[in-house]
């Protein structure tokens, strides 16, 4: 049986991934760019680095990184305020895993700010053991490392580990963990391509934790 699982947060844990592209797309419109949802769905699972300095290339923005992030962020946590809600069935499956002494671990390439403020919103801050952010890696989903900074931080191998993951990135990035890999399918995530996890449901009230842990 499986020692931990580790979750991704947004569009896994947190219905956010229409904030954050609700986000992008008002930050990159101030420069006169209308990006679309699908262009920005292929960034789910990075970092906001490796995304803004992407865009910045390809539309030739005159500006850096850092002030897109704090733009994006300024909007973002706005938005944050009026709409926060946990995906459907997660917060029962967390407890139900706490209580079987499975630790558990948060893997989000948000920034630590953003993850803790939608957790403590949610208020199940207090059910992690673990919480790896962006500050903490340096190579983005589908690189593993954040996985296996979590991994380390919890004290099991990373064959002990399941990963709950709603992105192809982050499943990529799991599985080259050596991990075992749930792909949650969201709609609100965009169109991805979870053919790589062990496994895939649309529905964690339906979820067979038997299956999560095997």
Avoid: W
């Amino acid at each position: 049986m499986k020692k931990a699982v580790i979750f991704d947060m947004d569009g896994v844990i947190a219905e956010t991934e229409h904030v954050h592209i609700g986000a992008e797309k008002q930050t990159m419109l101030k420069y006169g760019i209308e990006i679309s949802e699908d262009e920005l769905h292929q960034y789910t699972g990075t970092t906001a680095k490796l995304m803004f300095t992407s865009l910045i290339k390809k539309y030739k923005l005159n500006t850096t990184f850092d002030r897109l992030f704090k733009e994006k962020e300024e909007i973002l946590f706005k938005l944050l305020e009026e709409d926060v809600q946990p995906t459907k069935g997660v917060i029962d499956l967390l407890r139900k895993l706490k209580k079987m002494k499975i630790k558990l671990a948060v893997a989000s390439s948000s920034h630590k700010r953003m993850i803790e403020y939608v957790l403590k919103k949610l208020e199940i801050i207090d059910l992690f053991d673990s919480i790896v952010g962006a500050e903490d890696i340096d190579r983005s989903k589908p690189d593993p490392e954040i996985f296996l900074i979590s991994a380390k931080r919890l004290n099991v191998k990373p064959e002990e580990c399941t990963v709950v993951e709603d992105s192809k990135l982050g499943v990529e990035a799991a599985k080259k963990a050596g991990m075992k890999c749930l792909g949650y399918v969201n709609p609100s995530s965009g169109k991805q391509d979870l053919s790589k996890a062990d496994f895939v449901a649309d529905d964690f009230c339906k979820l067979d934790i038997q299956k999560l842990l095997s």
